[in-house]
């Protein structure tokens, strides 16, 4: 036997018509593009660090709600305050664009009040100067209040582009805010995490 290629096919005979006969490549066979295309990366609250000069501004908290234990960014309705995350992606990412999704909660508010937030990235190479880090121009999602205490879900922003040229390697910074000035929900949005949904384009990262 010669060794196979990932061009090569393997027959696949359908039962119910065997004078039918499917191929699969030997490639897709052996998982090799499974997870090529958008991948979602999950990064939940309690991954997050707020201003640690701020004499206030969010602030996490573990709750309990229930049976279920929280951990939430908490960002009042009256000053503007941000939290910012540090992803380092997977090598195999496209070093493009990305979309966001905030899940939140909350423990004041009435019907129709909404919530504004704002995620911008910065890619940081190694051997820059962190300092020097420029955010690029930050994409919003919104939502509207249903009920203290509620499990919510945004939809998807548009897409985000992150400052610094990201490159294979780099990690990503990103600065997550709450628009008080566009939002009138009363109260703290409590936040539960951010959905990155990025691109992959290598089916393994090496």
């Known amino acids: ?3 196979a ?9 359908d039962v119910t018509c065997p004078a039918t006969t499917l191929k699969i ?3 897709n066979f052996i998982g090799g593009n499974k997870v ?8 939940p609250a309690g991954a997050w660090v707020v201003d640690p000069t701020a004499c206030t501004g969010a602030d996490i908290t573990d709750t309990k709600v229930g049976s279920v234990y929280t951990s939430t960014i908490n960002f ?3 000053s503007s305050e941000d939290a910012q995350f540090t992803w380092h992606p997977p090598a195999n990412w496209d070093n493009s664009t990305v979309l966001w999704q905030l899940v939140w909660t909350n423990t004041g508010g009435s ?15 190694d051997d820059d100067p962190i300092a020097s ?12 209040f249903t009920a203290q205490n509620d499990h919510n879900v945004t939809a998807f922003s548009t897409v985000l582009t992150i400052g610094g040229t990201p490159a294979t390697g780099d990690s990503i910074v990103f600065k997550l805010s709450r628009d008080t000035a566009s939002d009138d929900l009363t109260g703290d949005c409590k936040v539960l995490g951010v959905n990155i949904r990025a691109t992959v384009n290598a089916g393994t990262s090496t």
């Open 76 to 78: 009042d309705a009256s």
């Open 111 to 125: 019907a129709a009040e909404t919530i504004d937030f704002d995620l911008a990235g910065v890619a940081i190479s």
């Open 5 to 13: 290629c990932t061009c090569d096919v393997i027959p696949i005979v």
């Open 1 to 3: 036997l010669t060794t």
């Open 133 to 144: 880090a420029t955010f690029g121009t930050a994409k919003s999602v919104t939502d509207t």
């Open 25 to 27: 490549t030997y490639d």
């Open 36 to 43: 090529i295309g958008t991948q979602d990366f999950w990064i």
